[in-house]
């Protein structure tokens, strides 16, 4: 298997743009999670689907994020408009279910200038 | 809410052993995991406890005391390639589902 899928690896926007980060998790896996990682904050959770339904979107910070599964082997997350402190690392994961270990993509790495 | 504490750094030799604590305070704890994360890299899972005591796998092992909210993990005969974050993460009820909370993470640094 090719693992879990994200793109783009890099972007680099300006303030006020909109961004759309893209995953494909390991196919089979019901579980899918979107993190951001900082230096400052650490791993954060930003949603959580199970069976392609949002289960829990505490963590997504405000209204400029929004997340969707249409389909088993497609999520994207968008920020629209991005801000400068949403410069961060996004990973997409996945798992067999909410309770089993993850596997992580290899990142999005995200600069809003 | 959930609350994970892991030491920020740690520094050992190659070939030592260390030992990387985590205490965490949760509502319906269902498991934890440990991740290892290498510099510019995804986190990659190591381990998994549900049940109170020690999972060995290799030169890693892992315990879990739930009645104390205390896990640490133990890297044996350490190597050069074991620098790296420990992620410490939490199973717990959320949404009428279960998800984990990582921790802020370890920084292991092992020097020659």
């Known amino acids: 298997d090719a693992g879990v899928i994200q793109s783009p690896r890099h972007e680099v926007t300006e303030m006020g743009q909109e961004v759309t980060l893209r995953c494909k998790p390991i196919s089979g896996h019901n579980s899918l999670f979107w993190y951001r990682q900082t230096m400052m904050r650490g791993l954060e959770l930003l949603i959580y689907f199970n069976n392609n339904v949002p289960i829990d979107d505490s963590g997504m910070p405000e209204d400029r994020f929004s997340a969707k599964m249409p389909n088993a082997s497609f999520s994207t997350l968008k920020i629209q408009p991005s801000e400068p402190r949403d410069s961060a690392v996004y990973f997409c994961?996945?798992?067999?279910?909410?309770?089993?270990?993850?596997?992580f993509g290899p990142g999005t790495r995200l600069t809003v200038l | 809410g959930q609350n994970i504490d892991q030491p920020t750094e740690m520094t050992a030799t190659e070939g030592a052993i260390v030992q990387i604590n985590c205490t965490y305070q949760?509502?319906?704890?269902?498991?934890l995991f440990w991740y290892q994360q290498h510099a510019g890299e995804a986190p990659t899972f190591l381990s998994y406890n549900v049940l109170d005591g020690l999972e060995e796998k290799g030169r890693f092992s892992s315990f879990l005391s739930r009645s104390k909210g205390y896990s640490y993990l133990l890297l044996k005969e350490l190597q050069m390639k074991d620098s790296a974050s420990y992620l410490c993460?939490?199973?717990?009820?959320?949404?009428?589902?279960?998800?984990?909370?990582f921790g802020r993470g370890t920084s292991l640094i092992v020097h020659p």
């Open positions: 993460a939490v199973g717990h009820a959320s949404g009428g589902s279960y998800i984990p909370t």
């Open positions: 994961a996945s798992s067999l279910g909410p309770t089993e270990k993850q596997f």
């Open positions: 949760t509502s319906g704890f269902n498991g």
